[in-house]
Structures are given as C-alpha cells and as structure tokens.
C-alpha cells in the first residue's frame, strides 16, 4: 500500500482537466474519504465514468477539472492507474475573476479572456465576427458587441429563452464556454494515426457477410471499390488510400484560405490540383494545421473513398473517430460503407444494378462527368463472371 507521492501531488496544483483513474483499496474507511472528497469537489467535477471491482478493490474513473492534493492525501491508493493531463486543454480554457457582461463587475482581463473564449467559438455564434479582444465593453455594454456575443452563445449553445448577456464565475455560461472551447481544442490537436506495417486484409468470406448484409451480389460490393480505389485500401507505407477536395475544404470553412493557401482551398472543383497517391498527405496536413476538422470532413478515405463529412452516416459520432477506424483496418472500412450504404438508402440499387442511381446517391449529381455509373457497371461484369 502506498500513498500519492509528492510529484503527483506537486501537480495536482494546478487546474487538472482530463481523466484521472485510481486504484482504490476496497474497505468502508477508504469508500468514507472518496466520498467526501468527491462531495466537496463535485462542483468541478462530471461524474463518475466508472466504478469496478477489481482482486478486491476498486477502480474509480472521474473526469475532472480540478482536485484538491490535501484531501487526496488522505485515500490509501495502491496504484496510479492513468492520468490524462492535458497542459493544452488546461490552458485553452478561459479563467474570469468577477461576472463579465451586462450587470458584471467586469474587470479589463476577465473581459479579454471572454472575448478570446468567444473568438474560437465564431462557429456557433453565426454571424458573430471576431471580436477585438481590448477589454472594454464601452460607456453602454448593452450595445457591446462582447455582450452581443454573449447573449447569443447563450440562445444558441444553452438554448436560454431570455439570455441574459452574463458570465458569472464558474456559472452555467462560463462552464458551457469552457466545454466548448475544451472540445475545439482537442478536435485542433487531433493527430493522424500511425501507420501500421501488418494490415489485415479482407476476405472472401467478409464480402460474402457485406453482400448477405446489404442483399445484394458480392459481385456489386467489389464493383464499388474497384471503382472507388482500384481495389486497394491502403497506399504502400501503410496509410489508408485518400483524396483531398480542395473544393469541398473552401466551402466547409467559408472561403477564408482560398486566397492564402489556393492548393488546398478552391471555389471550385480543380482536377490539377490532385498530387495523387500518397503524396495526398501533404495536402491533408497543410489543410489540418489551418482547420483540423473541416481538413478530414474535406477527404475521402479507404477502399470505398467515403467522404469524411459523412463519418455520421458511416456509423460514427465524429469524423476523428471515422479516421482512427480508417486507419486500423479494411474491415472497419467495410463496415463504414455498409453504414453509409444503408443510411443513404443506397443498398436497393446495389440489388436492382441500377448504377446510375447509385452513382448519383454514392458520388453526387456530377457523376456522369467522370461516367462513374459506366465504370461501375464494367467492374460489376468482371467480377460476376468470375
């Protein structure tokens, strides 16, 4: 048995936002003193993720914004399981010393720190413009712009029926900025997995149980990825097979880069700007280090080239989680096609063959210029008659 050690505990000092996971000794006096000190720091905290047994003890998961080293002192902890400490998350986060806004104290720096906060929020306060971030809200803060800001992250985001233009310390509109800023800052530190040397491959059998999914010839499902990727789902250095829209980037940020950065943002659809296999990559990262996001929704991915924008279709609650799936294996990009398939309504023209309808639902409108219903129909007859 051993006690939190003075490292940990050094920092513990400073505002922990992240999960912290312990290995708790099972007996009631250990369970009084977790629970205490769960009580008296509850207001920073979440909840409880998990609790197990674990060989006659119990692991406790919290997800966290800040701990209090004396207490913790007090719990007999056997072993540090894991502990996420995000110094990037922590210091994203705005820290206001009084109420800002209509009725507030509003001090200079509270006031700068909000309207940072807000400036990496402008997607969700449309048409909200980046606010100059000088501290004053003017002689009449109910025309401020900040104030504006506010009253509207508070309609939008916490949905209030009468928002009141106020951040009070620690108070649902200051937590609910801090959530979102916490979000936006993990999503722009999202990082592409590593490559993997030892893919499994897919099989026979997994077409067959893709085909019995959807109802449709095996013949059908593998016309679509010769199409789509000539079959492959990987590139040689073990990244899953891309495709950069420069087209789709403009759109899905507004235009912002088009000017600054033409090769990976263009107002329209421009076949030169292709680099073509794994040189894709490059694009990709040069789009993520202006808009992480928005870069993998603009990339189609795998064997079955699915847009990232689609990751919801594909059976996924982000596009980050739909990347890491790419990543990992072609049967999870078989499963994400099956996914989109079906929630597209698309499986009953994989069963009827009728390519042009698929081809509209699978690639868009403008199919036809690159006659994808033709190709998919000669890739359906070289496989069905083998």
């Known amino acids: ?74 719990l007999q902890i056997l072993s540090l399981i894991k502990i996420n400490y995000d110094k990037d998350n922590t210091m994203s986060s705005i820290k206001i010393t009084q109420a800002v806004g209509l009725g507030g104290a509003n001090n200079g720096n509270d006031i700068k720190a909000v309207q940072t906060g807000l400036n990496k929020l402008l997607k969700f306060i449309p048409p909200t413009k980046s606010l100059i971030v000088d501290g004053r809200l003017g002689s009449k803060p109910e025309s401020a712009k900040t104030v504006a800001a506010i009253k509207l992250f508070q309609s939008k985001v916490l949905n209030m029926v009468r928002p009141d233009g106020k951040i009070d310390v620690n108070g649902r509109t200051h ?76 759109r899905l940020t507004n235009h912002k880069y088009d000017q600054s950065h033409p090769s990976v943002s263009s107002r329209t659809w421009n076949r030169s700007l292709y680099t073509g296999g794994s040189q894709e990559y490059a694009r990709l990262e040069i789009a993520m280090s202006l808009d992480t996001s928005e870069a993998l929704k603009s990339t189609s991915w795998g064997r079955f080239q699915i847009m990232g924008f689609n990751y919801s279709e594909s059976g996924f609650t982000s596009v980050e989680a739909f990347v890491k799936a790419m990543f990992s294996s072609e049967r999870k990009q078989l499963d994400a096609f099956v996914s989109f398939v079906k929630n597209k309504g698309l499986e009953k023209y994989l069963i009827t063959l009728d390519w042009a309808s698929f081809a509209k639902g699978y690639n868009g409108s403008q199919y036809e210029q690159n006659k994808y219903d033709i190709k998919l129909q000669k890739a359906f007859e070289k496989y069905d008659k083998k």
Request: glycine share 4%.
């Open 1 to 74: 048995m051993k006690y939190l050690n003075h490292h940990f505990l050094e920092m513990l000092n400073h505002k922990l936002q992240g999960m912290l996971i312990l290995l708790i000794k099972r007996d009631i006096n250990s369970f009084r003193i977790f629970l205490k000190l769960y009580k008296n720091i509850g207001m920073f905290c979440v909840g409880f993720l998990t609790m197990k047994t674990s060989r006659g003890n119990v692991i406790i998961s919290l997800n966290c914004q800040k701990l209090i080293p004396k207490k913790l002192k007090k």
């Open 175 to 250: 937590r609910k900025l801090n959530e979102k800023i916490i979000a936006v800052s993990s999503k722009a530190h999202f990082k592409l997995p590593v490559a993997s040397s030892e893919i499994q491959k897919i099989s026979d059998s997994d077409y067959l149980d893709i085909a019995n999914q959807l109802g449709c010839k095996v013949a059908a499902v593998k016309a679509v990825a010769d199409v789509e990727s000539s079959g492959d789902a990987f590139f040689s250095n073990g990244k899953p097979k891309i495709l950069f829209e420069a087209h789709i980037f403009a």
